[in-house]
């Protein structure tokens, strides 16, 4: 929808139907079109004049006469011809069986109230086309429009229901609640994404005004929704004024007249500003006259005013010249303390570079002595540890030594004791056969196969016990390898979570997030550093903000190797450190300090060419940023080698390296991580890891290059995920196998426990039966049940006795392994103690030397701070000076012009002169009363304000006439548009009226504001003036109104329109005859969809599959409020034709 300016308030009280239309901005809000009314202007013409109730007909046809208006018989020919072909058109449309097509978008489908008025819950389900609401009084009818206009941005007081919201809330709740439903579909929706999503949208008024403007909904146009008390205005009122306001509103022509009333009162504020511009123009002009006229006076001296200009100006260029002779001697002077300071800087130069090298050479010594401390002291810590091991083992060998020996005694004791009992047994039983004959003889045999037999299965299943560590062991195994093959898995996957959070952080980076990589609340850090005024020199920070780093893949490992550094802030001076100190507690930020002093330029050692550095890889917008990086990491003297092989190649093969600290190189298993090798004591070498960082990167750099690293590792990860979950599939595999193992291990074992039991029971059966072969036989078996004791205690030593063996042979094993590597540590400590104790000498005399060096070089960096600030002093006198010149240039350019030759005379002299001749021109000035340069000022700047009054007042009279002429043209279209609704409006009413065979006009004269009907029920009477609708009945005078309302409806262009109780009036016949031509008049109005509430019964309305009926239930007695149904909710739409 477009939108268009109010324009001035314009006067038409007595203009005649002849205008329509403005130009192409001003259509969308012309009656008939989809925009929505603007608020309304009071205005003088809304006071209608009293009319007679008897009007006479020549006074609706008093018109006035328009050269550029149509003729009224063409139009209303036009009109006619325009009515009759669309009725043809839709006639053969129904007959043809096509049906009214609905619009898609901008009509109502459903209204669901809650505590509205006299409803608890109401649920309303329209058709696209004609509504019928029917019931009886009090039924809730009326409810429907009120809620539809207050929905749909109406004001309370457009319902003459209430004078505020809170007067809708249902008695005795606290508030109420309105959901209407608008289609909006196909290519006219309106912003069907966020429609078809289903949230919500917006809850402020603002923002249903477009989309009211979108689909042309209308709710406050008295006649789109017409309530019960506008409708028996507009239908039932007998005064011909008040149906024409409704008219005018109703096809929003009074908005646009208002808008050109508007547009008047502004030429008309125009029109005054150009009278008040014409006398100020006539002032101006007066004024510009008399300023010329004095210049013309005081031209005549322009002879000695030339003399004294030429002497001025003398004058002004002598100081010139005095101030270029002061400059030259500041020049002398500079040459000379140009020469001492280049001495002196000699002198610093060679001291820094002294101090340079002590400064390397203590670093080195630092570092030196920090490594044999920490080799010495880990190496102790290891001796106490393995001591303590030492000690531990020595005693646990010692008791497994007399474990040992007392088994082994034991073990001779049962030996011995076996022994005795065997020979007993073998006497006795030599013995008994003797007495027996034979027969136990025989018994004994059995008995000894049978003991063979129980002896062979105790055997084999002591042997198979014997397996079951080796099966449980091959069990612990495989379980070990997959809780191996476990946790590689889960490390492949924290690797990738870690990679993917890690990613997810580079890809949120932008410009206002960038803080975070740095320390908490480093933000209002920095806020405040720049609120501060009081510093020597502004810190710089965070330091990484000054380093970009060229090549990506190195990002992890250096940003773990510059720790808290890149988060830190630099400064100058203790001032400076104090103060920024004082603003780290105020804005609770963490972040490191760094003080540098000695801010001078200085010398990079880097190794040779074929070596990358970090400092190569790093690019460093501040020296200041660069010198402490160097002096705090050494990024000048550690380079970067990726293949940890090759970077162990490098370091360690050909010897050192000339100025070589350190060498970077990735882990071969995690890019992100790193390790670093090193120099240690002598031709020792130490290598430590670099963990990886796991925060957002605080170096500037190619982000995209970043991540797509981070990329290529999250691959590389999920590649190790998925070859550690193979092998961790293929290990459960033989956990699996090695279950199977066991359980077979266990079932063999109770096979072999039955026959062992089986043999040791037929053993004891035999044993009975020779005990029962003699009496003597009692002696046998008690001495063979002791050899059995006796031999199972004698297995159990013998077990015990190979146990202690093993254990002491351990146990001495391991305290010999540890005595072995305690005293291999003595050498050890020894070389270490030694060369901490070197290191230490060689970092004091490298600590004294830097000392004396550096005191050396302050005094020599003194001496030419004082030369430097003498040679400042003469550099800022000297700037004063050309200042000063330059200042006095630009006055003696500016007052007296261009430069000129000064004759060789003192500058006293020439301002005595020029005073002499200034008197001169005194008195000269006495004479006329004023000087020739503010003649001449006066009388341009006269001639300046006439001109821009003069243009001024030409460019407004140009902008009265152009908008004028606007206004005429907007006006003629208005006119002519008004015309053409008028006349189609006229010709629709006739023909509405002959559908029942009725003859009749509609009357407008707009000159006057008043509109009228005249209605002739009886076709056979010859008077075709009709008569007026007070005489009528009330049958025929509603159905005479509704064919008026009609054809003023086919002049909207609303889609949505509403009738309250239209035929409340109305007998049976006229009744049926109004719905049936509302009906037809509907389904001539393609697009449009019809909510009329009629106070009938539902069996009154013709049912079709385009209308749809929905008839309320009838109040009970005493009933103040409409309760929801039984089932939870009321539905009008249940009782609709058609559902």
């Keep these: 929808m477009s939108t268009r300016k109010r324009p001035a308030r314009v006067d038409t009280e007595d203009e005649d139907d002849s205008a329509a239309s403005s130009v192409s901005e001003d259509t969308s809000s012309l009656p008939g079109s989809d925009g929505r009314k603007r608020r309304r202007i009071s205005r003088d013409s809304d006071t209608t004049p009293e009319q007679n109730p008897n009007l006479r007909i020549q006074d609706y046809e008093e018109l006035e006469e328009d050269s550029e208006s149509l003729d009224e018989e063409d139009v209303e020919q036009q009109a006619t011809q325009a009515v009759q072909e669309k009725r043809v058109r839709d006639k053969r449309a129904r007959q043809s069986g096509v049906a009214n097509a609905a619009r898609d978008y901008g009509i109502l489908e459903s209204v669901v109230i809650h505590d509205f008025m006299n409803h608890h819950y109401f649920e309303f389900l329209f058709g696209p086309l004609i509504n019928f609401i029917t019931g009886k009084n009090g039924s809730g009818k009326s409810a429907v429009l009120t809620a539809i ?93 008040d149906k024409y306001k409704f008219f005018i509103k109703g096809v929003q022509l009074e908005q646009l007249d208002e808008d050109y009333r508007l547009l008047e009162d502004r030429l008309f504020t125009i029109q005054q500003k150009l009278d008040k511009k014409k006398e100020d123009v006539t002032v101006l002009e007066n004024i510009r006259n008399n300023k010329i006229r004095l210049r013309e006076q005081a031209r005549k001296t322009d002879g000695l005013v030339a003399k004294m200009r030429e002497l001025r100006r003398q004058c002004a260029w002598a100081q010139v010249r005095d101030q270029e002779a ?93 022994k005795n009992t065997e020979g007993q047994i073998a006497e006795e039983e030599r013995r008994l056969d003797e007495l027996n004959g034979g027969g136990a003889a025989r018994r004994r045999e059995e008995r000894t196969l049978a003991q063979a037999t129980a002896q062979q299965a105790r055997t084999e299943l002591e042997a198979h016990k014997a397996g079951r ?76 903000r000054h380093v970009k780093l060229l090549k990506p893949e190195w990002s992890s490992v250096l940003e773990s190797m510059f720790g808290k550094t890149l988060s830190g802030f630099l400064v100058f001076s203790r001032h400076d450190l104090n103060l920024l100190s004082d603003l780290k507690r105020r804005a609770a930020c963490d972040a490191e300090m760094f003080l540098l002093t000695d801010r001078k330029d200085f010398n990079v050692r880097e190794p040779d060419e074929q070596f990358v550095t970090i400092l190569k890889v790093l690019e460093i917008d501040n020296q200041d940023v660069k010198k402490h990086l160097i002096i705090q990491h050494v990024i000048d003297q550690h380079i970067l080698v990726p293949n940890l092989d090759d970077a162990t190649r490098t370091m360690y093969d050909s010897g050192r390296l000339r100025c070589v600290r350190g060498c970077f190189a990735f882990n071969p298993h995690d890019p992100q991580k790193g390790h670093l090798l090193r120099y240690g004591a002598g031709d020792g070498a130490s290598q ?31 590649d190790d995920l998925a070859t550690a979950r193979r092998a961790w599939t293929e290990a459960r595999v033989e956990v699996v196998k090695a279950d199977a193992a066991v359980k077979k291990w266990q079932k063999r074992l109770e096979e072999l426990n039955i026959a062992a039991q089986e043999a040791d029971d037929k053993v004891q059966v035999l044993d009975g039966q020779i005990s029962n072969d003699s009496v003597e036989g009692g002696k046998l078996s008690a001495l063979r049940d002791g050899l059995k004791e006796v031999e199972e205690s004698r297995q159990l030593a013998e077990d015990q006795y190979k146990d ?76 004063e000076a050309e200042a000063h010149l330059q200042n006095i240039i630009a006055q ?5 012009g261009n430069r000129i030759h000064v004759p060789d005379r003192s500058t006293k002299s020439l301002f005595e002169k020029h005073e002499e001749m200034k008197k001169t021109h005194r008195q000269w000035q006495q004479r006329i009363g004023i ?100 005489t009528l009945s009330g049958g025929e005078k509603s159905y005479a109104q509704i064919c008026m309302l009609l054809a003023i409806w086919e002049a909207m262009g609303s889609p949505l329109r509403c009738l309250d109780e239209f035929d409340v009036f109305m007998d049976n016949v006229n009744r049926s005859t109004s719905i049936r031509m509302i009906l037809d008049a509907a389904r001539q109005s393609i697009g449009r969809q019809y909510i009329l509430i009629s106070p009938g019964a539902k069996e009154d309305i013709p049912q079709d599959h385009d209308v749809r009926v929905q008839e309320l239930a009838p109040p009970e007695r005493g009933q103040q409020t409409i309760e929801e149904s039984r089932g939870g909710r009321r539905r009008a739409g249940a009782a609709a034709n058609g559902d």
């Design 149 to 241: 206009t207050l929905c749909l941005g109406g004001k309370a007081a457009s319902t003459n229901r209430g004078k505020g919201l809170k007067s809708f809330i249902r008695h005795g709740c606290e508030r109420a609640r309105i959901i209407c439903k608008i289609k909006n579909q196909g290519s006219g929706a309106y912003q069907p994404e966020e429609s078809a999503s289903g949230r919500k949208v917006s809850d402020k008024r603002l923002d249903l005004d477009p989309i009211l403007d979108h689909c042309g909904l209308q709710v406050d146009n008295p006649l789109n929704v017409l309530s019960q008390d506008n409708a028996r205005q507009f239908l039932g009122s007998a005064k011909p004024a």
């Design 326 to 418: 002061k400059l030259v001697e500041y020049d002398v002077e500079m040459t000379k303390q140009d020469e001492l300071i280049r001495t002196a800087q000699l002198e610093v130069d060679e001291y820094d570079t002294n101090y340079q090298d002590a400064t390397t050479q203590h670093e080195a010594t630092k570092i030196a002595l920090d490594e044999a401390k920490a080799a010495f002291n880990a190496a102790e810590g290891e001796k106490r540890e393995l001591k303590v091991l030492y000690e531990e083992a020595k005693r646990e060998a010692m008791a497994a030594q007399h474990e040992e020996r007392a088994a082994k005694t034991t073990l001779a004791q049962k030996v011995k004791e076996k």
């Design 469 to 544: 560590q080796e099966v449980e062991r091959n069990r612990q195994i495989k379980g070990a390898v997959v809780n191996e093959k476990a946790g590689i898995m889960n490390a492949a996957q924290r690797k990738i979570n870690e990679i993917e959070e890690s990613l997810g952080k580079l890809q949120n980076i932008n410009a206002n997030n960038q803080h975070r990589a740095f320390r908490r609340n480093n933000e209002q850090l920095e806020r405040l550093i720049g609120q501060e005024t009081r510093w020597q020199h502004k810190p710089l920070g965070p330091l990484g």
């Design 688 to 718: 430590d890891p670099v963990l990886a960082y796991r925060g957002l990167p605080r170096m500037k750099g190619d982000i995209e290059a970043t991540i797509a690293i981070k990329r290529i590792a999250l691959r590389d990860a999920q």
């Design 804 to 879: 202690a063996v093993i254990a002491r042979d351990t146990k001495q094993k391991a305290m010999h392994e540890r005595n072995q590597r305690m005293n291999a540590y003595d050498t050890t400590l020894q070389e270490l103690q030694h060369a901490f104790n070197e290191a230490e000498r060689q970092h004091r005399l490298a600590d004294q030397n830097k000392a004396n060096t550096l005191l050396t070089k302050n005094g020599k960096e003194a001496v030419l701070a004082d030369t430097q600030k003498g040679r400042q002093e003469l550099v800022d006198d000297k700037a």
């Design 892 to 896: 003696a350019t500016e007052k007296v």
């Design 931 to 1030: 000087s020739v340069e503010d003649a001449e000022r006066a009388a341009a700047e006269a001639e300046i304000n006439c001109n821009r009054a003069e243009v001024d007042h030409k460019q407004l009279e140009e902008t009265q006439n152009m908008l004028q002429t606007s206004l005429d043209d907007r006006r003629a279209r208005w006119r002519l548009f008004r015309q053409f609704i008028s006349a189609r409006a006229r010709v629709t009413f006739v023909a509405l009226l002959s559908e029942r065979g009725f003859r009749g006009e509609l009357l407008i004269n707009h000159a006057k504001r008043l509109l009228d009907l005249r209605v002739e029920p009886d076709i056979t009477r010859r008077n075709a003036a009709g008569r007026s609708a007070n």
